[in-house]
C-alpha cells in the first residue's frame, strides 16, 4: 500500500512541476514579446545643425524590427541605426518607423566651411555665355562658340581663391620628381620665366607668389590630382568668375577697368580686389585650363545640370587623362598680349591640344563637397 502512494505523488508532483513550468515559460515569452522597442537617443540631438557630410546615429533599447527611414539612407548594428550622409543644405527631416513606434528627427544641414584658400560656390543656376550684342561684327564673331546662352544648374563646390603659384608648383614637381606625367610634358622648362632647375627645381626670389604660367592641360590635371583636387569644369569656371553677377562682360562689372591688366607674362596674385564670391585674379592674370573638350558648337546643346563638354564623366576623365588628347578650354584671358575681349567672364580659347604650352597658360583647382 505505501509504495502506490508514494508512485502517486511522484506522478502528481511532476505533473504539477510540469505545468508549472509551462506557466512561468509561457508568461516569461509573452512578457518579451509584449515589451516594445522604444527610442533611446539621436547623437547629435534632434533639432541640431549638422554639415553635409555628418552621421546621425539613433539608439534603441532593442533590435527595432521592420524598421524604415525616409529621407536618408541606413543601416542597422544591434540597438544603433547609422543613417547616413551626404545630406542636402537645408532642412532635414528624417522620419523614422518600426514595428513598435514612429519618430520625426528634424536637422538643420550646412555645408563644411571651405578648406584653407578656397572659397565656396553656392550650388544654383546661372546664365551661362555672351550675353551682349557687339558693334564690331569680327567682336561678335570672338563670342560666337559662347552663344546661345543658356540656364545650366551648377552643384556647390569650392575653388582656390587664387591661381596656382610657382612656389606651390615647384613644391609638386620636385615631389614629382620628373617634369614628364605618363609620358606628357608637364611644363615647358625653357618657356616658364623665374624658374631654374639646380638639379631640384626653384624659384628666382621674389616670384614665389607669382601665378604658374607655361603649364601644360597634363600638367595641371597632374598638379590638381596629387594636391587632392581637380579643374573646374567650363560651367564651374564661369559661375565662379562671374561672381554672382549677372549678364556683365566681367567679373566686376560691364566697364574694361586697366587696373586688372599687367602686361608682364605672370603676375603676383592677389594684387587687386576678389570678385563677388572672394576670388582674386578671374582674369588678367594667366588664362586657366578647364577640364572640358573645346566644342565650339557645345552651347547649343549643352546639359542643363553639371555639363561637361566632351568626356564620359568628371571621375572618367580623373581616373583616364593621360589617355586624352583632344583639344581643351582655356577661360579667362591673360594680362600679356590679350585684348579686353579676351578677358570677359565668357570668352572661351579652345582649339589647343592638351601637349600645349605657353607661358600665360595657368590654372586654379576645384574641390568637391565631400560626401
Not at 229 to 258: F, I, S
Not at 276 to 300: H, I, K, P, R, T
Not at 317 to 337: A, K, M
Amino acid at each position: 500500500m505505501k509504495s502506490h502512494v508514494n508512485l502517486f505523488f511522484l506522478i502528481y508532483f511532476g505533473i504539477a512541476s510540469v505545468f508549472l513550468i509551462n506557466i512561468i515559460g509561457c508568461d516569461t515569452e509573452d512578457e518579451i514579446e509584449e515589451t516594445p522597442i522604444k527610442f533611446v537617443e539621436a547623437t547629435p540631438v534632434d533639432g541640431s545643425t549638422i554639415q553635409t557630410n555628418s552621421q546621425i546615429i539613433v539608439t534603441f533599447d532593442g533590435t527595432p524590427i521592420d524598421l524604415s527611414v525616409t529621407g536618408a539612407e541606413f543601416s542597422v548594428s544591434d540597438t544603433n541605426v547609422t543613417i547616413i550622409g551626404p545630406f542636402t543644405p537645408g532642412t532635414l527631416k528624417l522620419e523614422l518607423a518600426w514595428s513598435d513606434g514612429e519618430i520625426t528627427l528634424t536637422y538643420t544641414v550646412e555645408i563644411p566651411p571651405p578648406p584653407k584658400d578656397m572659397v565656396l560656390i553656392p550650388a544654383g543656376e546661372f546664365e551661362m555665355g555672351h550675353h551682349h550684342n557687339e558693334e564690331d561684327p569680327r567682336i561678335n564673331d570672338l563670342f560666337s562658340s559662347a552663344r546661345p546662352v543658356h540656364t545650366v544648374y551648377v552643384d556647390a563646390f569650392y575653388m582656390d581663391k587664387y591661381e596656382v603659384t610657382m612656389a606651390q608648383f615647384v613644391e609638386f614637381l620636385n615631389a614629382v620628381g620628373k617634369p614628364a606625367h605618363a609620358g606628357h610634358l608637364l611644363i615647358n622648362e625653357h618657356s616658364v620665366a623665374h624658374l631654374l632647375d639646380d638639379g631640384a627645381y626653384r624659384i628666382v626670389d621674389g616670384a614665389e607668389n607669382f601665378a604658374m604660367g607655361g603649364v601644360t592641360w597634363y600638367g595641371a590635371m597632374a598638379y590638381a590630382i596629387w594636391a587632392g583636387k581637380r579643374l573646374p569644369t567650363e560651367a564651374e569656371w564661369e559661375k565662379a568668375a562671374r561672381g554672382g553677377l549677372e549678364g556683365l562682360r566681367y567679373p566686376w562689372g560691364n566697364d574694361y577697368d586697366t587696373n586688372y591688366v599687367d602686361n608682364r607674362i605672370s603676375s603676383v596674385i592677389g594684387e587687386f580686389p576678389p570678385n563677388g564670391y572672394g576670388l582674386y585674379d578671374m582674369v588678367g592674370n594667366v588664362q586657366e585650363w578647364c577640364l572640358d573638350e573645346y566644342d565650339s558648337n557645345f552651347y547649343a546643346n549643352s546639359p542643363t545640370h553639371n555639363p561637361l563638354a566632351g568626356d564620359v564623366s568628371v571621375t572618367w576623365l580623373i581616373d583616364n587623362f593621360t589617355e586624352i588628347y583632344t583639344h581643351r578650354v582655356l577661360r579667362g584671358g591673360s594680362g600679356w598680349g590679350h585684348v579686353k575681349y579676351w578677358q570677359t567672364v565668357s570668352h572661351r580659347y579652345g582649339g589647343l591640344p592638351p601637349t600645349h604650352t605657353d607661358p600665360v597658360n595657368g590654372f586654379r583647382c576645384v574641390k568637391e563637397i565631400s560626401p
